[in-house]
């Protein structure tokens, strides 16, 4: 259970399921070899993907091409269906740094057979998740910078400006298929410049001037 509590400033929360989007920024559907999909891309994250605070993400030893994807993670405060866009803002708790791992090859075969992504994106240690920050020190949540470094050299930098599904609406249409409860984060989706990482790197995620989150990849 202790892998389950994420820190917030003041409190610990027991994380809930983990709601994930794909192609949310348009540089990086362009970089997959894809369009902008029509309908949100929405995958899942099991509790046991969740690395809090960082560690050591494991390539399990079915893979041989894991990458990274920094991401916004959006904390949800309370439960909710079928939520309006506004008032979708005050289920959120707060904000923390992602990074959504990703088993490429896993994922890349998956895509060509119609098979579902469940292993390339929810594998143990997949979810590295930083501190939350909760909402009222965010000014502006689509106005951050979203920072990846992989051994000191940046990989990914964007702006959450980018997203083509802003947080209103992500929280809308999520809620009107799962119904949200407090605890769970929603990863809204990776800029552009995802890449390989391989045993024996080190990642760090920051949202930047708020919070960071640090691992270092490890082979199984
Ligand atoms: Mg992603």
Redo the contacts with the bound molecule.
Sequence with gaps: MHNLILKATHTTLAVGKML???K?YEK?AREMGGDVPADPVIFMKPATALLRGGGMVMIPTVSHELHH?V?LVVVIDRAGKDIPEDEAMSYVLGYAVGL?M?LRDLQSSAKKRGEPWAVA?GFDTSAPISEVLPRDHVADPHALTLNLKVNGETRQHGSTGDMILKIPAIISYLSRIFTLERGDCI?T??PEG?GQVVAGDRLAAELEGLVAVEVTVGQR
Excluded: P
Aim: charged share 30%; hydrophobic share 20%; net charge negative.
């Design positions: 994930c989007l794909g949310n990086h994807e991401e959504d990703t994106k990863f989706g990776t995802v």
